[in-house]
Nanobody, 125 residues
Framework: QVHLVESGGGSVQAGGSLRLVCEGS??????MAWFRQASGKEREGVAA???????SYADSVKERFTISKDNGKNTLYLQMNRLKPEDSAMYYC?????????????????????WGRGTHVTVSS
Protein backbone atom coordinates (compact mmCIF):
# COMPACT_ATOMS: atom_id res chain seq x y z
CA GLN A 1 0.00 0.00 0.00
CA VAL A 2 1.29 3.45 -0.86
CA HIS A 3 1.83 5.88 2.00
CA LEU A 4 3.19 9.41 1.88
CA VAL A 5 3.69 11.22 5.17
CA GLU A 6 4.74 14.84 5.37
CA SER A 7 6.42 16.56 8.29
CA GLY A 8 8.42 19.69 9.03
CA GLY A 9 5.73 22.32 8.76
CA GLY A 10 5.30 25.03 11.36
CA SER A 11 5.22 28.74 11.99
CA VAL A 12 8.07 31.03 11.05
CA GLN A 13 8.65 34.72 10.54
CA ALA A 14 9.17 36.17 7.09
CA GLY A 15 12.73 35.64 5.94
CA GLY A 16 13.06 32.42 7.88
CA SER A 17 13.52 28.84 6.71
CA LEU A 18 11.79 25.49 7.02
CA ARG A 19 12.58 22.03 5.71
CA LEU A 20 9.71 19.79 4.75
CA VAL A 21 10.11 16.02 4.63
CA CYS A 22 7.96 13.43 2.88
CA GLU A 23 8.53 9.79 3.75
CA GLY A 24 7.24 7.33 1.22
CA SER A 25 6.40 3.66 1.44
CA UNK A 26 8.83 1.04 0.20
CA UNK A 27 7.72 1.52 -3.41
CA UNK A 28 10.09 3.42 -5.68
CA UNK A 29 8.55 6.51 -7.20
CA UNK A 30 10.00 7.85 -10.43
CA UNK A 31 8.67 11.36 -9.83
CA MET A 32 7.77 13.21 -6.66
CA ALA A 33 6.58 16.73 -6.09
CA TRP A 34 5.44 19.29 -3.57
CA PHE A 35 2.16 21.11 -3.96
CA ARG A 36 0.56 23.72 -1.76
CA GLN A 37 -2.91 25.03 -1.17
CA ALA A 38 -3.64 28.28 0.57
CA SER A 39 -7.03 28.96 2.10
CA GLY A 40 -9.56 29.70 -0.62
CA LYS A 41 -7.14 28.98 -3.45
CA GLU A 42 -6.46 26.17 -5.87
CA ARG A 43 -3.77 23.62 -5.13
CA GLU A 44 -0.64 24.59 -7.04
CA GLY A 45 2.59 22.84 -7.91
CA VAL A 46 5.67 24.12 -6.11
CA ALA A 47 8.51 21.84 -7.17
CA ALA A 48 9.02 18.43 -8.73
CA UNK A 49 11.92 16.03 -9.10
CA UNK A 50 12.66 12.91 -11.08
CA UNK A 51 14.76 9.93 -10.03
CA UNK A 52 17.76 11.19 -12.02
CA UNK A 53 17.57 14.59 -10.34
CA UNK A 54 15.78 16.61 -12.99
CA UNK A 55 13.80 19.37 -11.29
CA SER A 56 11.08 21.87 -12.03
CA TYR A 57 10.04 24.87 -9.93
CA ALA A 58 7.18 27.30 -9.87
CA ASP A 59 8.39 30.83 -10.72
CA SER A 60 7.23 32.08 -7.33
CA VAL A 61 9.70 29.86 -5.45
CA LYS A 62 12.72 29.76 -7.75
CA GLU A 63 15.98 30.74 -6.04
CA ARG A 64 14.31 30.30 -2.62
CA PHE A 65 13.16 26.66 -2.48
CA THR A 66 15.17 23.53 -3.22
CA ILE A 67 13.66 20.11 -3.81
CA SER A 68 15.75 16.99 -3.27
CA LYS A 69 15.19 13.27 -2.97
CA ASP A 70 16.96 10.42 -1.26
CA ASN A 71 16.18 7.58 -3.64
CA GLY A 72 17.49 4.94 -1.26
CA LYS A 73 15.14 6.04 1.50
CA ASN A 74 12.31 7.07 -0.84
CA THR A 75 12.24 10.37 1.03
CA LEU A 76 11.51 13.76 -0.47
CA TYR A 77 12.65 17.10 0.91
CA LEU A 78 11.80 20.73 0.35
CA GLN A 79 14.21 23.29 1.74
CA MET A 80 12.40 26.61 1.94
CA ASN A 81 14.46 29.75 2.49
CA ARG A 82 13.58 33.45 2.57
CA LEU A 83 9.98 32.56 3.30
CA LYS A 84 7.26 35.09 2.60
CA PRO A 85 3.76 35.41 4.06
CA GLU A 86 2.35 34.37 0.67
CA ASP A 87 4.10 31.01 1.10
CA SER A 88 1.66 30.18 3.91
CA ALA A 89 -0.34 27.11 2.91
CA MET A 90 -0.90 23.42 3.44
CA TYR A 91 1.95 21.65 1.68
CA TYR A 92 1.35 18.25 0.13
CA CYS A 93 3.70 15.58 -1.11
CA UNK A 94 2.73 13.84 -4.35
CA UNK A 95 4.20 10.90 -6.24
CA UNK A 96 3.86 8.83 -9.39
CA UNK A 97 5.44 5.64 -10.65
CA UNK A 98 5.70 6.73 -14.29
CA UNK A 99 8.91 8.42 -15.38
CA UNK A 100 9.82 12.06 -15.84
CA UNK A 101 9.87 11.62 -19.60
CA UNK A 102 6.18 10.72 -19.57
CA UNK A 103 5.18 13.94 -17.84
CA UNK A 104 3.31 16.61 -19.78
CA UNK A 105 3.65 19.11 -16.96
CA UNK A 106 5.70 18.28 -13.84
CA UNK A 107 3.75 20.72 -11.68
CA UNK A 108 0.26 19.77 -12.80
CA UNK A 109 -1.90 18.20 -10.15
CA UNK A 110 -3.38 15.56 -12.46
CA UNK A 111 0.06 14.08 -13.18
CA UNK A 112 0.24 12.53 -9.71
CA UNK A 113 -1.84 9.71 -8.35
CA UNK A 114 -0.58 9.47 -4.79
CA TRP A 115 -0.85 12.13 -2.14
CA GLY A 116 0.00 12.72 1.49
CA ARG A 117 -2.26 14.45 3.97
CA GLY A 118 -0.20 17.61 4.16
CA THR A 119 1.78 19.69 6.60
CA HIS A 120 0.90 23.27 7.38
CA VAL A 121 3.24 26.21 6.93
CA THR A 122 2.50 29.65 8.34
CA VAL A 123 4.75 32.62 7.62
CA SER A 124 4.11 35.77 9.58
CA SER A 125 5.18 39.24 8.52
Amino acid sequence: QVHLVESGGGSVQAGGSLRLVCEGSTYTFECMAWFRQASGKEREGVAAIGTLGTTSYADSVKERFTISKDNGKNTLYLQMNRLKPEDSAMYYCAARFAGWGDLNSPLARNEYGYWGRGTHVTVSS
